[in-house]
Each structure stands twice: as structure tokens, then as C-alpha cells.
């Protein structure tokens, strides 16, 4: 007996009116492969590859091997990798690309090896992800190499990286320790020696008697006292008379006295004077002014260093190596006598610093760098004497001789050191000059005489540029600043 209504049977059994739904053509669905990270060759790239003009690589295509059965869906992108070469029925899925045979646990006969390719943290180590259940001790495997110099942020830059050692994130690592002793020493050298504004002090600008006193006096004295010898002599031959000679003789060995004590003493005369110069007061100092100032000092742009005892933070150093030479030895400079003592090393740098005067509490930026006159009495802090008995008990010595390539033959030497360090108390002598609100000491434009000093029997020297006094009386003169 018919129906007019129509009715069909679900496939659990069940009947339902109405006619059975017309099965709908399911929507194709495109599926895409993961590409492997490129590390950087464009030549992997594909597509990018095409529109510079570049070949790109089609030799290494992915191809799938023959499978005996298709593999399960146990994870949320379980079969989203290619598998190259057999597998066995119960291989687990994964998502990374292995390539040669797999055993029946899954893993492949070849030795398990961490490449670098595929996308990397901020560390630059490439990410580890797990794609649905996996067999113990298995990681993922990515084909390609990642060159070790790849920055973190992966960007393809031109030229050369970095030089030297990495950290872990791909930046240069910075290796702290002391450098070799040979290549630092040279390098101070040689910076200090090329720096425009570190001002190289000669020996020619040291202030002595020898070099104060008049050249033309000095000839014109000797010439008298040789005009008078020989009048002395010829009138004592001629009428047996001495009263001239003995005259000569006399005044010859006072002014020979007079030099000798000037050459002894005229340095310590002209420290005296620099002792009793009174000090200024730099609130009521003018522009142009020369005054005298005593406070601490501290550093400029350009700290200095010493030579031999390596004392940093220094404004002014001076390191110099006498030699004595005797009978059949070599001198130590063109000039350098017989049986005296010879200057064959000089090294003395001063360069601008500030001085904080005592007296107002100013600070006072010193211009004694750039190439500055400097007339510097600084004691020596260190004194070495050296022979050929005990030149071996001293390998600091020895060693800094090999870097300043000075020859160390069986010669009396004395190396004398000495610097005024940041934080010292120093008396200095020069010309106020004030350029908008900073006050500065400069060198005179010409030289400060210091004047007859009649009870001492000292004459006059005079004083070029600024002057530097320190006396090494303690080590606890040095201000922590």
C-alpha cells in the first residue's frame, strides 16, 4: 500500500521521512609542502631566485618513495613532511624531512646528526618542535647548513660579519684578559708617539746652567783669561816677574769656582725660586696675567702612562736610561765624554690637565699639550742600577729593554722614572687666559727670568713656557679623586 509521503532508511538502521540528501562535491583542497629554510642561498629561494636571473638548485627536489601502506594521522600535523626512500608500515609520522632507509622503529640507519637549517630562536640555535607522538630519543632532522657566522635576526648582509670568536647569539665576542706584553708596550709607543696632543719633551728643553748661561760670555771669558796667560807668561820670561800671572792665575780659579757651583747648584736654585714664587688667588687673577697656582691635578681627554713601572692615569711621565762609559766602551750619545755618565734613552710626555687651586677652589684647565712650551722639575720615583753582575736579577729590565730594542751589553746603566699621577698636589707656573667662562693656563709668551741671587752666587736662568714642579716627598701626597 502506497505513500504519498516519501521516507528512507539512515545507515544506523533508523527511517526518516523525506528524500535522502544528495551527496554535495566536496571543495578540492590545496596542500602545500613546508620548504626547507634556505640559509641564506638565494640559489634555494625558487621563485626569487628566478626574478634576480639567478639558477636556482632543481637537483635537490623532494620525491616521494613508494609506501607500503599510507602512514596515520596520530597528530595535529602528523604526514605534513615528505619521506624519501621505504617505509615500513608501522613507521610513526613526523613532520621534518629524513632521507635513506628507515628501520622498523622509525629511525633511520645512518647516524643521527643536528643540522642548522629551519627557523632559529633569538639565540640563532634552530627551533625544536614536536609534531604529534614520536619514538623516544628521536629529534628532528632539517637538510641544508647554515653558515656558523649567520647573525640572529637571519638578515642576508653583504660583506664579512664579524672577525674573531662568536657567542651563542651570533654576535662578536668580546675576550677581556691582558693583552701580550710585547704588542701592548709597542702600541703605547707608537700612539704616544703620533698623538698631536701629547707634547714630547727633548732634552734640549731642560733648564740648566749650561744652557741659560750666554754662549757668547762664556767665549768671551775664556779668551781673556788666555790672553792673560799668555801675557803672564811672556813677562815672567822676560823680566822673571810673576805679580801678572799669579793675578791671572787667581781670578781664573774664582770664576772657575763660580761656574762649577752654578753647574752643582743652579737647579736647586731655580727649584727654590719656583718654592718662594708667592701663589695666586685666580678670583682676582686677570687675563694675561702670569701666576702661580698649587692644587691637585687630575686628567684630561688623553691620560698618559709610564714607561717602565706601567703607572696609569698620568699627566706627565719621564723615563730615561743613563750609561756610564769608561775606557774601550761605546758612548751612549754623540756628545757622551769618557768616564761620565750619558743619556742613550729619553722618553717625556706631558699633555693638558686640570689643576683644582688650593687658594679659591677654581679649576683651571692646563694647555700643556698640543705640542706646548714645558719646562717640567718633577723628581724621579724610581731609580734601577744596573751592571753586568746583577743585570740578570732583574728580568723586568731586561725584558723592557728587548721592546725598545736597546742592547743590553756589560755597560753600567741606571734607568730613573718618574710622573705626576692624577690626584697629586703640583705647583705650576703660567699666563691666565679666559674664552668664554673656562679658565685656562697657557705658556708666557716669553720667558720668566728669575733674576741675580747675589748671597747664593747663582746667575740668572730663565724659565720657557709652563712650569711644572713636583717633589716626591711621600706616597701619601696622591688625593684619591
Known amino acids: 500500500m502506497g505513500s504519498r509521503y516519501t521516507s528512507h532508511q539512515l545507515s544506523n538502521g533508523l527511517f526518516v521521512s523525506?528524500?535522502?540528501?544528495?551527496?554535495?562535491?566536496?571543495?578540492?583542497?590545496?596542500?602545500?609542502?613546508?620548504?626547507?629554510?634556505?640559509?641564506?642561498?638565494?640559489?634555494?629561494?625558487?621563485?626569487?631566485?628566478?626574478?634576480?636571473?639567478?639558477?636556482?638548485?632543481?637537483?635537490?627536489?623532494?620525491?616521494?618513495?613508494?609506501?607500503?601502506?599510507?602512514?596515520?594521522?596520530?597528530?595535529?600535523?602528523?604526514?605534513?613532511?615528505?619521506?624519501?626512500?621505504?617505509?615500513?608500515?608501522?613507521?610513526?609520522?613526523?613532520?621534518?624531512?629524513?632521507?635513506?632507509?628507515?628501520?622498523?622503529?622509525?629511525?633511520?640507519?645512518?647516524?643521527?646528526?643536528?643540522?642548522?637549517?629551519?627557523?632559529?630562536?633569538?639565540?640563532?640555535?634552530?627551533?625544536?618542535?614536536?609534531?604529534?607522538?614520536?619514538?623516544?630519543?628521536?629529534?628532528?632532522?632539517?637538510?641544508?647548513?647554515?653558515?656558523?657566522?649567520?647573525?640572529?635576526?637571519?638578515?642576508?648582509?653583504?660583506?664579512?660579519?664579524?672577525?674573531?670568536?662568536?657567542?651563542?647569539?651570533?654576535?662578536?665576542?668580546?675576550?677581556?684578559?691582558?693583552?701580550?706584553?710585547?704588542?701592548?708596550?709597542?702600541?703605547?709607543?707608537?700612539?704616544?708617539?703620533?698623538?698631536?696632543?701629547?707634547?714630547?719633551?727633548?732634552?734640549?728643553?731642560?733648564?740648566?746652567?749650561?744652557?741659560?748661561?750666554?754662549?757668547?760670555?762664556?767665549?768671551?771669558?775664556?779668551?781673556?783669561?788666555?790672553?792673560?796667560?799668555?801675557?803672564?807668561?811672556?813677562?815672567?820670561?822676560?823680566?822673571?816677574?810673576?805679580?801678572?800671572?799669579?793675578?791671572?792665575?787667581?781670578?781664573?780659579?774664582?770664576?772657575?769656582?763660580?761656574?762649577?757651583?752654578?753647574i752643582c747648584w743652579g737647579e736647586r736654585a731655580i727649584i727654590n725660586f719656583i718654592a718662594n714664587y708667592p701663589d695666586t688667588d685666580l678670583r682676582t687673577a686677570k687675563t694675561g696675567q702670569y701666576v702661580k697656582i698649587s692644587g691637585v691635578v687630575t686628567c684630561g681627554n688623553v691620560p698618559l702612562e709610564s714607561s717602565f713601572q706601567r703607572v696609569p692615569r698620568c699627566v706627565y711621565t719621564s723615563t730615561r736610561l743613563y750609561e756610564y762609559r769608561g775606557c774601550g766602551s761605546k758612548p751612549a750619545n754623540p756628545t757622551h765624554r769618557h768616564f761620565t755618565w750619558g743619556l742613550r734613552s729619553s722618553e717625556r710626555h706631558v699633555v693638558d690637565f686640570y689643576i683644582s687651586d688650593f687658594q679659591s677652589g677654581l679649576r683651571a684647565l692646563v694647555k700643556s699639550g698640543n705640542g706646548a712650551r714645558v719646562t717640567p722639575f718633577v723628581d724621579d720615583s724610581f731609580v734601577i742600577d744596573v751592571n753586568p753582575e746583577n743585570k740578570d736579577s732583574s728580568p723586568e729590565f731586561m725584558r723592557w729593554l728587548g721592546h725598545k730594542n736597546l742592547s743590553s751589553d756589560d755597560r753600567l746603566m741606571s734607568l730613573k722614572e718618574g710622573y705626576i699621577r692624577e690626584g697629586s698636589t703640583v705647583s705650576m707656573m703660567g699666563v691666565v687666559q679666559r674664552d668664554e667662562n673656562v679658565l685656562m693656563i697657557v705658556p708666557p709668551p716669553e720667558p720668566l727670568a728669575t733674576g741675580w741671587q747675589w748671597t747664593r752666587c747663582i746667575f740668572p736662568a730663565s724659565l720657557d713656557g709652563i712650569v711644572l714642579r713636583w717633589e716626591d716627598s711621600s706616597i701619601g701626597d696622591v688625593i684619591p679623586v
Not at 636571473?53 to 605534513?80: E, H, M, N, Q, V
Not at 629524513?98 to 637549517?117: D, V, W
Not at 675576550?175 to 701629547?198: E, F, R
Not at 771669558?221 to 820670561?237: C, D, H, P, R
Open 18 to 262: 523525506g528524500r535522502p540528501e544528495q551527496p554535495k562535491e566536496r571543495t578540492p583542497t590545496m596542500s602545500s609542502t613546508a620548504m626547507p629554510y634556505t640559509g641564506g642561498d638565494i640559489k634555494k629561494s625558487g621563485e626569487l631566485g628566478k626574478m634576480f636571473d639567478i639558477p636556482t638548485d632543481g637537483s635537490k627536489s623532494r620525491k616521494s618513495g613508494p609506501l607500503t601502506s599510507a602512514p596515520s594521522r596520530t597528530g595535529s600535523f602528523g604526514g605534513a613532511g615528505s619521506q624519501s626512500g621505504s617505509m615500513m608500515p608501522n613507521a610513526a609520522p613526523r613532520g621534518g624531512y629524513t632521507s635513506g632507509p628507515l628501520s622498523s622503529g622509525g629511525l633511520p640507519t645512518g647516524s643521527l646528526k643536528k643540522s642548522n637549517s629551519g627557523p632559529l630562536n633569538k639565540h640563532g640555535e634552530p627551533l625544536k618542535k614536536s609534531s604529534g607522538p614520536q619514538s623516544g630519543g628521536v629529534t628532528r632532522q632539517n637538510s641544508g647548513s647554515i653558515p656558523p657566522v649567520l647573525p640572529a635576526t637571519g638578515l642576508i648582509t653583504s660583506g664579512p660579519i664579524s672577525s674573531g670568536p662568536l657567542n651563542s647569539s651570533g654576535a662578536p665576542r668580546k675576550v677581556s684578559g691582558s693583552l701580550d706584553s710585547t704588542g701592548s708596550v709597542q702600541k703605547h709607543g707608537s700612539s704616544i708617539a703620533h698623538n698631536p696632543a701629547v707634547t714630547t719633551i727633548s732634552q734640549d728643553d731642560d733648564c740648566s746652567f749650561t744652557r741659560n748661561f750666554p754662549k757668547p760670555i762664556l767665549w768671551l771669558v775664556i779668551l781673556i783669561f788666555l790672553m792673560g796667560f799668555i801675557a803672564g807668561g811672556f813677562i815672567l820670561g822676560a823680566v822673571h816677574n810673576a805679580i801678572l800671572l799669579i793675578v791671572v792665575v787667581i781670578l781664573f780659579s774664582a770664576v772657575a769656582a763660580i761656574f762649577i757651583w752654578n
